[in-house]
């Protein structure tokens, strides 16, 4: 089997909520998806979702740097034979976004070439997760009012409250009105998405104190190293790297740094190779993981739970799969169903990331 072609389809899809946050603002989904094509007929697919503000990638350089500098080099190549392909990948620097896609699809056609779903491929430890719901930028009752319709219609019982804003009494009330409201049993963390400096961070901790917040992301940018070690020295929970650690080198340079202390994985960055890079690398360092969201599709949360589903590790916490809701229509042939607060993996051969053909011509762009 080899590869014959490869498609970077550029489209929009229009959110009904946008997602508001310190590092910018999603009101499309302006991605591509990408389809790997082989001589026998097996397409594999996976989503690129572009996130200039955060990875310096754009609709437009994904799909360029996809047919332009990876399809002549990969064309002609066996997909099982991916430690050629990577070899490809890492001439290229930077362009995660553009090349976890490509290792996902990939993974995906191999998963079809073997008949097996490719959680299994992974590892397979089990067949859904728990799920997660992102919380934007909004007034402090708002808040309150969408985390309970998702718990409620969806038995969501874990939260990531986007905070960074300034003044720092914004996102302290929104942690204690939420608190207050949703009770203890519901998991509370924060993601600051780099707003805040170290220290503003460690005010915010200070006066969040006895709210029972598992986890802080990103608070500040990796380059305070001093002041971000200082914080991870202090806090009292777990600080996460996110935007710093998109590869396994800089996992490994924030870990053994003292910038952060957990780890959040993003297959949309990693692909599913680099993703168990870093998976084992943390196992190894006894760092705890956790499965995040790049205001994912439903093809991009099928990825997530796919992966996060197939490693113990990556499955004790919640994965962030749920901001699919937001959106006005999406790709996927089947949808994505939220059950009793869990996502389940495709139990077909591939990642299952089957897609809708009318609405694929109705949305892309080009």
Known sequence: MKIERIEAIPYAIPYNHPLRFASGEVTTADHVLIRVHTDEGLIGTADAPPRPYTYGETQQSIRTITEDVFAPQLIGLDPFDRGRIHEVLRRTIHNQVAKGALDIAVWDLIGQATATPVHKLLGGYTESMRVSHMLGFKPSAELLDEAQRFGEEHG???????????????????????????????????????????????????????????????????????????????????????????????????????????????????????????????????????????????????????????????????????????????????????????IRVREVPGVGAGIDEDKLSRYRQD
């Open 156 to 342: 969501i019982t874990t939260f990531k409250l986007k905070v960074g804003r300034r003044p720092l009494a914004l996102d302290i009330e929104a942690c204690h009105v939420l608190r207050e409201g949703l009770g203890d049993d519901v998991e509370l963390y924060l993601d600051a998405n780099r707003g805040w400096s170290a220290n503003e961070a460690m005010q915010v901790l200070r006066r969040t104190e006895g709210l029972g917040l598992t986890m802080l992301e990103e608070p500040c940018d990796a380059k305070e190293a001093m002041s971000r070690r200082r914080l991870v020295e202090k806090s009292p929970i777990p600080i996460v790297g996110d935007e710093s650690v998109p590869t396994a080198g800089d996992v490994s340079r924030e870990l053994l740094s003292g910038g952060a202390n957990a780890i959040c994985i993003k297959t949309a960055r990693s692909g599913f190779t680099e993703a168990t890079e870093i998976l084992g690398l943390c196992t190894g360092l006894g760092v705890d993981v956790t499965m995040g969201n790049q205001i994912d599709t439903q093809v991009g949360s099928l990825a997530t739970v796919t992966f996060g589903a197939a490693h113990e590790a990556s499955s004790r916490r919640s994965g962030e799969l749920s901001n699919f809701l937001d959106m006005s229509d999406d790709l996927l042939a089947e949808p994505l169903v939220i059950t009793d607060g869990r």
